[in-house]
Structure formats: structure tokens, C-alpha cells
């Protein structure tokens, strides 16, 4: 076993956040065993998923980006990237690695965001604009653990 979780659509993710609860607008966060046993993975994937949790609470636009059928666009970033909170939620991330003098390997570059970003319609720029500054504050932060 690899540490990741299968959170029901076949895919191995080491933490997911639920949809917001219609009566409560909570979201739930669960993590992967492998994420708990790694102080560095345990900081970037709590803020990964609560910016998701945020984005639900405030009820921000998420749309769908299908990169294969739209731009004939397929490679290793194409699934991490597939909605635009998503898109937002991974541009963000870069302002906590750098704050937090965290390791870029394994990530996607800001190059390749930035490329990707510019092929998208005015629409989904648009909502990946407003979901990155309104999840701002929680990446745009330092963490000591």
C-alpha cells in the first residue's frame, strides 16, 4: 500500500474534502495515512484542502476544465488541473512553498501554470482569479510545527 486513498472514484489522493453539507455548509477533511507520518506533507496538504474547504463555505463557482476534448491537451498535470478551484487551489500553493521555504520537486512549475492558464477562455480566468484571491489568506501565511 502506497499511503494514498481511494475516496470512491478510483483515484489515489492523499487527503479529499467532502462537498459542503446543504444545512450546515461544512465540509469534511480526510486525510491519508501516509500524509499524518509527514510534518511537511501534513502542513501543504491541510492547507491544500482547506482552501477547498473555504471555497465550498463561500460557495465559489467551480467549473469543469476537460483539457483533453477542449485543447487536445493531455500530460501529468492535466488531472491535478481539471476544475478551476482546483487550477487556483495549485497556483496557491506556490505562495505557501515559498513562504514556507518548502521543496518545489514534484510540483507543478509556475511556467507550466501560467501556459496552461493563458490557453483557458476569459470565463475560467476569470473564476480562477477570484477563487485564488478570495483562498488567499489561507495559503499567504507561515506555518512552525
Sequence with gaps: MDGSMNPGNNSKVLAYTTKANFWTGKSNIVYSPLVAQNPTLLAETMVHETGHALSNKLGLINLEIDWKNEFGLENQYTDA?????????????????????????????????????????????????????????????????
Design 81 to 145: 488541473l481539471r476544475t478551476t478551484e482546483e487550477f487556483a487551489v495549485y497556483k496557491l500553493e506556490h505562495v505557501t512553498r515559498e513562504l514556507n521555504n518548502f521543496p518545489i520537486n514534484d510540483f507543478i512549475p509556475q511556467y507550466r501554470l501560467d501556459r496552461m492558464y493563458k490557453m483557458l477562455d476569459l470565463s475560467r480566468q476569470y473564476l480562477i482569479d477570484t477563487t485564488y484571491k478570495k483562498l488567499m489568506p489561507v495559503f499567504n501565511r507561515y506555518m512552525k510545527y
